[in-house]
């Protein structure tokens, strides 16, 4: 089995001409918490677009675990096991909390309505659901109705309907982005405790966070890659940090 779970082959998105993403050569190594870094417009978002199929890729190709996936559907992508976490706008505020899991179990089981009107089916999942809140901290919210959350929770909400779907890959957009202190750090932490037997790829703007848990770090800048390496290696970077003051 390859050490890399993902990698793209010269990756490139123009739009109209204008180039997003441009011959990007990712490596994310299996088992690793790699963090996409870089200013504003670098192309980050259109990257993860490209890994997701939200976007097709105007060139370049993707493997995923030794497969080509660059023309597969995301419904494919998702089954395979890259899944990205959403913004918490798409959980259900009217429901519990548990009720948001369970509606992930639901989805990464692919079954019919009707299989979910069992009882028995319907307590499992609730079970299960309730274990994955427990691994990120929010078992004592079960009950809540999502709207009701504090923003912090309702990000760590984003990332256990994220494990519902039984991701080999877990795409993590911005996940401390908006947090006080606290927050971040609490996410932090739970991130790094998901990763275990996981894989994460994670566009993260906090410094202080991509130094303290993650184990490669490209830079994009302008759509290509700047940089890569540890957090000491791209820190002391010249390229980087102009790209940085350059905005
Ligand atoms: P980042 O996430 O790093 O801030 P993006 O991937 O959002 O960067 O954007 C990279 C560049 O591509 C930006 O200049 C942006 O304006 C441009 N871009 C992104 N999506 C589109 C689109 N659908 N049409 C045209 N230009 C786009």
Known sequence: MSDYILETKNLTKEFRGFVAVSDVNLQVKRGNIHA???????????????????LTPTSGRIFFSGHEITHEKPAQIARRGIIRSFQISAVFPQLTVLENVRIGLQRATGQSYHFWRSDSVLKHLNDSAYEILKEVDLADFAQEQTVNLPYGRKRALEIATTLAMEPEL??????????????????????????????????????????????????????????????????????????????
Request: net charge negative.
């Open 170 to 247: 877990m795409l993590l957009d911005e996940p401390t982005q908006g947090m006080g202190h606290e927050d971040v750090s609490r996410v932090t932490q739970l991130i790094k405790k998901v990763s275990v037997g996981r894989t994460i790829l994670m566009v993260e703007h906090n410094m202080n966070v991509v130094a303290e848990i993650a184990d490669t770090i490209t830079v994009l800048a302008r759509g290509a890659v700047l940089a890569e390496g540890n957090y000491q290696e791209v820190s002391r970077n010249a390229d980087v940090m102009e790209a940085y003051m350059g905005t």
């Open 36 to 54: 996409l870094i870089g200013p504003n417009g670098a192309g980050k978002t259109t990257c993860f677009n490209l890994l997701t199929k939200f």
